[in-house]
């Protein structure tokens, strides 16, 4: 939430509550693949706004956004366009400015926990983070930190998640990995518009369980798709050598910083270590290069972090959620998180959402995404 309200044009103009939008380009009627997607929200608004042409890669009509990484790719830049359009959509309910950042925010904080989490992590360790206090992350503390092995390691679970490719609209079906960064500015160049083509207009009904066939993430393990090994840079261009490898990233960045292994952060949560059976067995599933190079490497007693999290995984949970160690991790930092915010649901008893839902008492993405126009809320959300 940080991203949608520190940015530097946060509103459409002077004294107006309502945050800023960029227009799509147009592309005239034609036919597919360059129609523009059938979708709830029909408007121009679904971009960012974005600053002009500019010889400066970094520059080049960059988002105005808090945060340039979301508008990396087209599912992360869409999803912050439909937070701006939900603000708005609170405003145009008479909320102040004030009201709608909360009120956003909170049922923000609820997916967080009661949606992303739930589905990510196991339930029962999520829900024992939530109703208890815990020492090993201590959010309340000054200065605030943001543990290394969660932003490092274990919060980069979703790599192995990744998707070569995506169902994402009614043009691109399916839109090849590449492309979810091409339309972008960081990512990309943008395909050569000056703000997005309307024909990228995401579809959000192949992106949430909406009671219909939509893009479900891979199973989480110690394999990532291919597309992962060849990442660009600023212009779109490939980085060169180890530089385009996510895993190398990652095992590189954890080791410079000297995060401790996942055996290590297994004893210090008080939980059970993977078996040197169980490690083998999941390289092994991966294929004998991985196994040889987790023996050889010496990583089967001393692991790095964000493999054993991917391991463990597979191991406990056949991929369907993060394990043990993964879910108390990732669970007691997110939790951690909402419980500092002064107006958390958290610190707020009695808290329940208030904005619409398909399932009472409930508030999913799904939700926030019909609220905010871009998904039909015509369209029933399973229970």
């Known amino acids: 939430m940080d991203s949608v309200y520190d940015c530097p044009a946060p509103t459409v103009e002077p004294n107006n509550a309502k945050l800023g939008l960029g227009k799509v380009t147009a592309l005239g009627n034609q036919p597919e693949p360059c129609a523009r997607p059938l979708r709830a929200a029909g408007d121009d608004a679904n971009d960012f706004p974005r600053e002009g042409r500019s010889p400066d890669p970094t520059r080049d009509r960059a988002a105005l956004t808090g945060d340039p990484r979301n508008d990396e790719n087209l599912v992360i830049s869409q999803l912050h366009v439909a937070f701006l359009r939900a603000h708005n959509a609170l ?5 102040t400015f004030d009201e709608a950042r909360t009120l956003l925010r909170r049922h923000y904080q609820h997916i967080v926990l009661h949606d992303f989490l739930k589905r990510v992590a196991d339930q029962q360790i999520v829900d024992y983070v939530i109703q208890n206090t815990h020492p090993r992350f201590d959010s309340m503390a000054e200065p605030f930190f943001m543990p290394l092995e969660f932003s490092v390691a274990g919060y980069r679970f979703g790599h192995s998640l990744v998707r070569g490719a995506y169902l994402f609209n009614r043009n691109l079906k399916p839109a090849a990995f590449n492309l979810l960064f091409t339309f972008t500015a960081l990512g990309g160049q943008m395909g ?3 703000t997005l083509p309307e024909n990228c207009i995401i579809e959000w009904e192949h992106f949430v369980d909406i009671g219909q066939p939509f893009n479900k993430t891979r199973r ?3 394999q990532l798709v291919e597309p992962l090994f060849h990442l660009p840079d600023v212009e779109g261009n490939e980085e060169l ?3 385009a490898r996510l895993a190398v990233r990652n095992l590189l960045r954890s080791y410079l910083l000297r995060i401790p292994t996942g ?5 210090a949560l008080n939980l059970p270590s993977l078996s040197a059976a169980d490690l083998k067995a999941v390289a092994a599933a991966a294929g004998d290069k991985q196994l040889q190079a987790l023996v050889d490497g010496g990583f089967v007693e001393r692991t790095p972090l964000w493999y054993y999290i991917l391991a463990e995984a597979a191991a406990q949970a ?3 959620h993060l394990g043990a160690v993964g ?11 909402v419980r ?3 107006d958390s649901i958290l610190r707020t008893p009695g808290w329940v959402p208030s904005l619409p839902s398909a399932v009472a008492g409930k508030f999913r993405l799904a939700d926030l995404l019909a609220f905010a126009g871009v998904l039909a809320a015509k369209v029933p959300v399973m229970a």
């Open 91 to 95: 405003i145009d309910q008479g909320k």
């Open 192 to 194: 050569g518009f000056d």
């Open 220 to 222: 989480l393990d110690t």
């Open 241 to 243: 050598g180890d530089g």
């Open 263 to 267: 055996q290590a952060v297994a004893r």
């Open 318 to 320: 056949n991929g369907q």
């Open 327 to 337: 879910s108390t991790l990732v669970a007691e930092v997110l939790v951690g998180l």
């Open 340 to 342: 500092r915010s002064e």
